[in-house]
């Protein structure tokens, strides 16, 4: 069963700390995307990236870094959380072609607190 | 720019009816695709429909059918026989050919069916 997984369901973290959410997939995709969703806003990108090394910013990259160093692994992180950065965060996965629908993984709700 | 509307936050509808989920989209690429997912309160998104802009029927899988009307720009989800399992967040999201390969959402629409 093809898969997106995230490292953690749920997480706590500080105020100022540093904090990572990873996502893996086995699906060899070449685009890989983090989202957070909030109430009444549905899901707003953060960052994707469609290769190794690549990335590009989405509609909300303030207070976020992506890593992509392996095609399966696709990291983000966030410099130094703040409250306003609780929130679920998804990532999701697609094959390069056109109009290929994503695979989600389960996502993981952060609070900072 | 793209953008997504679902207009509707909460929706009811009592098991086995039919039920009409809202989306209007805006887009000025010819060339684009829609999608529906299901978010059920585990969290974890599932890809319910895919319509294609050039796509001369309307797509329909098992008991979800979505009602695409170009001209007006809406991708309405129609869910059959309404069960007590389909109460769950829905999304409406697009994909645009020249963007990349961005999926945009709707805000969603929260469906809660009654026994």
């Known amino acids: 069963d093809v898969k997106v997984t995230q490292s953690s369901r749920y997480l706590v973290k500080r105020t100022g700390e540093k904090v990572f959410l990873e996502c893996v997939q086995d699906m060899d995709h070449e685009n890989m995307f983090w989202y957070r969703q909030d109430p009444g806003l549905g899901l707003r990108l953060i960052y994707f990236?469609?290769?190794?090394?690549?990335?590009e910013k989405g509609d909300i990259p303030e207070g976020y870094s992506v890593s992509r160093e392996k095609k399966e692994r696709f990291s983000l992180i966030l410099e130094s959380a703040s409250t306003n950065q609780t929130s679920m965060y998804l990532c999701a996965s697609s094959p390069g072609q056109r109009f290929y629908g994503y695979t989600f993984g389960s996502g993981t709700r952060l609070t900072v607190v | 720019a793209q953008k997504i509307t679902q207009t509707q936050p909460g929706m009811f509808v009592q098991e086995k009816e039919a039920v009409t989920l809202d989306c209007t989209y805006d887009?000025?690429?010819?060339?684009?695709?829609l999608f529906w997912y299901k978010q059920p309160s585990s969290g974890e998104m599932i890809f319910l429909i895919y319509?294609?802009?050039?796509?001369?029927q309307n797509a329909t899988e098992g008991r979800y059918s979505l009602n695409f009307q170009k001209a007006r720009k809406s991708a309405n989800l129609v869910i059959s026989a309404s069960q007590l399992g389909d109460s769950a967040m829905y999304f409406c999201a697009m994909r645009e050919e020249s963007n990349t390969g961005k999926l945009i959402f709707g805000q969603g629409t929260t469906l809660q069916v009654k026994p």
């Open positions: 990236s469609y290769d190794v090394k690549m990335k």
């Open positions: 319509q294609g802009s050039y796509d001369q």
């Open positions: 887009t000025s690429d010819p060339s684009y695709g």
